[in-house]
C-alpha cells in the first residue's frame, strides 16, 4: 500500500466514524496476519467467544489499550454472562510528532472498541496477567443498531456483514457446537 493508498484510507475511515469520537482516528501503517478463511476455521480456533459491552478502555503509552468487557452471552470457553473479561487491542491515543495534537490510532484488522461499544469477539488467548486479544480481521464484530459489521479485511466478512445480530449469533453459535 502506497501513502496515496493510506491517506485514502485514513480519509474514508474517518468520514464513516466522522462526528461519532473526539480524536481524529489514523490507521497505523503495518502489515496483518491474515484472518482465517472462513467463520468455521474462525470458531474453531478462538479460544472464547462472547458477545459483550465495552465498559472501560486502560490506554498504555505505546502498548495498546486494555478493555473491560462486560460479557452479555458467552458462546464458547470460559467466560459467562454477567461476568467481565479483559481484552488487549492495539491502538489508542497518540501524539502527533511535534506533541501538538492527538489521534486515535487504529489497526485495521481489529480497530479499537470504545466503552459503550457492543461487539461478537472471536478472541485467542489469553495473554499473561489474563487478557484475550482478537483474532486478527476475523475477530471483531461490532453490534450496531442490531446488525452485524464485519472488518473491511475479513475473507469472508461479505456473506456476514449486515445479518441482523440474532442470525449472526445463531450461525456463530451452530459453528461452535
Known sequence: MDLADDVGLARRFHQ??????????????????????TLRE???DAS?????RVTKAEFEAFA???LTVEVQSAVKGPARAGTSIRVWMGGGPFSDLEFKAGTLAIYE??????????ALLLLEGPLPPGEYYPESSTGLYNLEGGVARALEANPFGAQVDGLPEAAFKAMVEAEAR
Open 16 to 37: 464513516v466514524r466522522k462526528g461519532s469520537r473526539t480524536l481524529e482516528r489514523v490507521p497505523v501503517n503495518a502489515s496483518y496476519a491474515g484472518g482465517k478463511p
Open 42 to 44: 474462525a470458531v474453531k
Open 64 to 66: 495498546g489499550t486494555h
Open 109 to 118: 484488522n481489529a480497530p479499537l472498541l470504545l466503552p459503550g461499544d457492543r
Open 48 to 52: 472464547l467467544v462472547v458477545v459483550g
